[in-house]
């Protein structure tokens, strides 16, 4: 079955109202047309670099580097340990070069800088090629490879990705197709967050039969320069280079308390503490994490006076202290 295309808006005069709220995958055609960055990514890709350059005040930075035969996909290999890739710390003047040199070439191998944020390696980007965005400080990246093909995954702030160079394909899976999409490893990952084992360009069914039910849910466009999607909170998925010079940026933020950690830390803490009980005991900590966590409401600790509610009311910043550090002294007894 062929997925399905992602909502789409014409958002050249901006950012609809209440798009982060309804927190429904949309393309915006057109949000950042007007950058310089943009403009000179629409004219080619050895424009984008010409304008890239202009930024570089000789930083280095982390590269994926993989051989042809990987095909783009930067992911586990085969048996699971290891990757299609490895790092390389490489000028940025140096990964400008290369990219251009691979341009045309059939069988390139793939150079890929991820997740690279704009101020730190790229100053005075951001004054060219600004967004208004619903956060107060969002977090902005940098993204520059060939053709390449990132593996499905999912990230806890919401994000707004804005094509400005080459083409991209984006393929989204919603939260809930997990058990569908085949996780790799949690604690070994290629780039910080666990990715699906199947390859929705290549799905292998035989290997990964539950995947073509994830297929019947996916969400899929292509983007040019000018365009961008917002992908909301842990959303899976799937973004494929489709040019031989492809720039993306991209704005991650969250709408949560700064001093709220990641819920993965609690995962992996269940993982440790909770899963592997005795079934009636672990049944008894499902209803625990249904009342104190999944269906807490105001009624939950009504019956305890309000100054002696403590975790049980509001965490604020210097609760949440007191817990981590009680947290890492159990932790590391």
Known sequence: MPAEPIVEIDARHGLPDGLVERAAPTVLRGLVARWPMAQAGAASGRDAIAYLRRFDRGATVPAMVAPAEAG?????????TGFTFHYEQRPLAQVFDALLAMAGQPAAPT????????????????????LQLP?????????????????THQDLPDNIACVVA?????????????????????????????????????PDLARFPRFAQALAQAQVAELEPGDAVFIPSMWWHHMEGLADINVLVNYWWRRTPAWMDTPMNALMLALMTVRDL???????????????????????????PAQARRVLDPIDDGLARELRARLLQRLNR
């Open 72 to 80: 783009g996909r930067l992911t586990h290999d085969d048996a699971l």
């Open 111 to 130: 150079l890929y800088v991820g997740s690279s944020t704009l101020d730190t390696y790229l100053p005075g980007f951001a004054a060219e090629n600004s």
């Open 135 to 151: 956060a107060a400080a969002p977090l902005a990246s940098i993204w520059i490879g060939n053709r390449s093909r990132i593996p």
């Open 166 to 202: 080459g083409r991209r394909r984006v393929t989204l899976f919603p939260p809930e197709q997990l058990r569908n999409l085949y996780i790799g490893p949690l604690d070994a990952t290629p780039a910080g967050q666990p990715v699906s084992l199947a390859d929705p360009a290549a």
């Open 278 to 304: 005795p079934v009636e005991q672990r049944a008894t900590w499902q209803e625990m994490f249904r009342h104190y966590v999944f269906e807490a409401d105001a009624d939950t600790a009504a019956h305890i």
